[in-house]
């Protein structure tokens, strides 16, 4: 079983930046596809950005050359820093693990609250 922890979220002006964390537990994470995902009110859960085990990174058009996804295997953790924040970047942010084949699962972080004030 894996349990995803975020951390890291607030308010921010426009313009401004956070930086968001999940920490792994179970023994997967190294072997884990890695994503950030966000839902804000009303509209559906969207993928913000992805990392491979093997560091190869994939962003959404929305939040590229703003938001930079990392991951540290010593530590099984993955971060999200974003920059230059906008206030359509307002969502509560999810942390996401799928473990890569033959490993099965589809793991889920309790999400962070991230608001933008413009």
């Known amino acids: 079983q894996v349990q995803l922890v975020e951390s890291g979220g607030g308010l921010v002006q426009a313009g401004g930046s956070l930086g968001l964390s999940c920490v792994a537990s179970?023994?997967?994470?190294?072997?884990?596809?890695m994503a950030w995902y966000r839902q804000a009110p009303g509209k559906q859960r969207e993928l913000v950005a992805a990392?491979?085990?093997?560091?190869?990174?994939t962003y959404a058009d929305s939040v590229k050359g703003r938001f930079t996804i990392s991951r540290d295997n010593a530590k099984d953790t993955v971060y999200l820093q974003m920059n230059n924040l906008k206030p359509e970047d307002t969502a509560v942010y999810y942390c996401n693990a799928r473990p890569i084949a033959p490993l099965t699962g589809n793991y889920w972080g309790q999400g962070t609250q991230v608001t933008v004030s413009s």
């Open positions: 990392i491979s085990s093997g560091g190869s990174t």
């Open positions: 179970g023994s997967v994470f190294r072997l884990a596809i």
